[in-house]
């Protein structure tokens, strides 16, 4: 059912930002003890009775998602307020990856009931936040090998019979698809992978920019969906039933 009660098969899936907990990275580039709730602290109004910054509510406080105690809530409250299911950030480094630790809790915690995929965040991290985009954190590079290393690390996570599948097949999605070199190649070498490994087929889901949608067609990039992710633009236009994707 959705927010109002009404029966649907529309199935509501949240995004999750894992920044709600430290780790030595963060600790090095942003100073000890970092997390995102620094930078929602350091909010100043705008106007008369703005309210910045904003507290979290005291359902959850200011949570820290190292803790597998809060992502049982954070379940328990999704699932009371129709959320199907969360979609967490992947940051992957050409091998690097960083704050992994919240979707490995859920992984490693079998009774923890929560459907959940990944999103590849596919973008080199930078210090723009802070007015300094010159300044490179962790710089995002490619290559076929890493095409490879990518899918195979992915694997436990696609065989959990906790993620999510959109017609039996477990769904992936890549935040700028325009950062790939040569997507087809990118996306041949994911599907070759998973066949040849007992995945099976997967569904590919490239996230909405000006810059690829919806003036590039789903087969010119080898995925199988667009998703719309305000406030990226978004131009929905008639597509005729013979032109469809």
Sequence with gaps: RDFSGQATDIKA???????????????????????????????VPSFPGHYQPREPHDDIGYYDLSDVAVLRRQAD??????????????YWFHGQRLLGKPVDLLLNNADLDMPFCLCWANETWSKKWDGKDHHILMKQTF???????????????????????????????????????????TVSRWRSWCRDNGIGEIHLVAVCHGEVSPHVRLEEIGFDAYAAFPPHSFPCQHIPEDKGL
């Excluded at 995004?15 to 970092?34: R, S």
């Design 77 to 90: 409250m999704a699932r009371r307020h129709g959320i199907y299911g969360f979609c967490f950030y992947h």
């Design 143 to 185: 290559s076929p090998e890493d095409d490879l290393r990518f899918i195979e690390f992915l694997a436990s996570y696609f065989r959990d019979s906790r993620y999510i599948r959109v017609n039996g097949r477990p769904l992936l999605l890549v935040y700028r698809v325009s950062k790939l070199p040569d997507p087809l190649a």
């Design 13 to 43: 899936i949240a995004y999750h930002l894992q920044q709600f907990h430290t780790t030595p990275e963060n600790d090095a580039w942003w100073g000890e003890g970092f997390t995102e709730w620094r930078n929602s602290r350091k909010a």
